[in-house]
């Protein structure tokens, strides 16, 4: 009886420290705690607005209470028996979370919904958010298109606070066809110190880079012609991310198939926001003793110091369906040499703080030229990368 008693207690001990919901423990010593919030979410993005730090999801599957089965117009129920997976047509809508101190986190509910995104029907996967022009930007993938016979790809959406609604900006695909065989899903924006915004996407394994207009909603050519420039970098898979430092251009990638143990994120360096880039190796992996999968990424910076966090999903270890994904953060370390060091994925994540505690960020994201528009506009995002 003894023996059993210890089993029960070991398992529940093992049950609490792999599922996904939140380490309380951790929170109340000052950590994130890994899963940051409750939920089976993937893909996130972090970025800093204002006084806060915000991550926008991908609602990977259902938690809780099962949600009312959604209106659809004419051509979403049209466009949704083109889904090659049904648990995609669970993924109608995107939420949002915001923390002043990465411990708290306050859940936006369906910042984004395809009830204003007319042609979105399913597989509104991986958000890219920026703030520009007065407005926030939310590009978005939807309905998972197979081929350019089938309506859908990249589009985007403009709100006029990070809450949302963010509502639909053109009423149709920026991107919505292969180019260079890349899938327009995974989108990400990049502002470079000179304040162009470029826009790297794909999936199936080739990746594009292009040229956003000033107001975000269209696409310039580069100087030699080229709109699609493919900046595939070996064993490129999905799910691209940019950041600059030290006059270097990182690019992030995740490799792996998404619904196994084995999904990772690696990177490459470049003099050039188009590259080449060529692959260095993995940072972030699996852990036998953590989890598992950890992969799509994004990365949040501390204007003005070295200080960088890596914004992840993984699966926790005690399921093995590949849509029950949960959103960590971790540290990310520099060699001296500039390269990045493996990530230590954690069930503590990162010690609070404060955005109160960040440097004055106005010399060090704006040229003088853009002041005046920084100090008109509220909530402006800290986040060059």
């Known amino acids: 009886m003894k023996k059993i008693f210890i089993f029960i207690i070991s398992f529940l001990i093992v049950s609490g420290i792999t599922a996904q919901t939140v380490r309380k423990e951790f929170k109340s010593e000052g950590w994130s705690g890994n899963p940051v919030f409750e939920g089976w979410y993937a893909d996130p993005e972090g970025i800093i607005y204002g006084d806060e730090f915000w991550i926008f999801p991908t609602m990977s599957d259902f938690f809780g209470k099962t949600p009312a089965p959604p209106e659809l117009n004419p051509l979403q129920k049209k466009l949704q028996k083109n889904t090659i997976n049904p648990q995609y047509l669970k993924q109608t809508y995107l939420d949002a979370f915001s923390s002043k101190d990465l411990i708290n986190w306050i859940k936006h509910p369906r910042v984004l919904d395809f009830k204003n995104i007319s042609w979105a029907a399913y597989s ?3 958000p890219s958010v920026i703030h520009a022009n007065g407005k926030y930007y939310l590009f978005f993938g939807a309905n998972d298109i197979q081929s ?18 963010y509502m639909d900006a ?16 995974d989108q990400f924006v990049f502002r470079d110190e000179n304040g162009q915004f470029y826009m790297y996407y794909g999936g199936w394994r080739h990746c594009n880079v292009v040229r956003l207009s000033s107001d975000l909603l269209s696409l310039e050519t580069f100087p030699d012609g080229e709109t699609f420039k493919e900046v595939t970098p070996d064993k490129y898979v999905e799910g691209p991310f940019v950041f600059k430092r030290n006059g270097q251009y990182y690019f992030m990638w995740s490799e792996g198939g998404w619904g196994g143990p084995n999904y990772s994120v690696a990177y490459a360096v470049s003099d050039s926001p188009t590259g080449p880039f060529n692959r260095i190796g993995k940072i972030l992996q699996q852990n036998p003793e953590v989890a598992t999968g950890a992969g799509h990424h994004s990365v949040i910076h ?3 110091t070295d200080n960088y966090y890596i914004v992840y999903h993984r699966r926790p270890l005690n399921t093995k369906n590949r849509n029950h994904r949960v959103v960590c953060i971790d540290r990310m370390y520099f060699n001296q040499d500039g390269t990045i060091k493996p990530v230590e994925i954690t069930f503590k994540g990162v010690k609070g703080r404060m955005t109160s505690e960040l440097p004055d960020p106005i010399s060090f994201i704006f040229p003088s030229a853009n002041l005046q528009e920084f100090l008109t506009e509220p909530y402006p995002d800290l986040e060059v990368a």
């Open 170 to 185: 053109l009423g149709k695909p920026l991107i919505n066809s292969f180019h260079n065989g890349a899938q327009p899903i």
């Open 124 to 126: 509104i996967w991986a």
């Open 148 to 165: 350019d016979d089938e309506m859908g790809g990249i589009g985007v959406a403009v709100s006029n606070r990070p809450e949302g609604p």
């Open 302 to 304: 501390i204007p003005k």
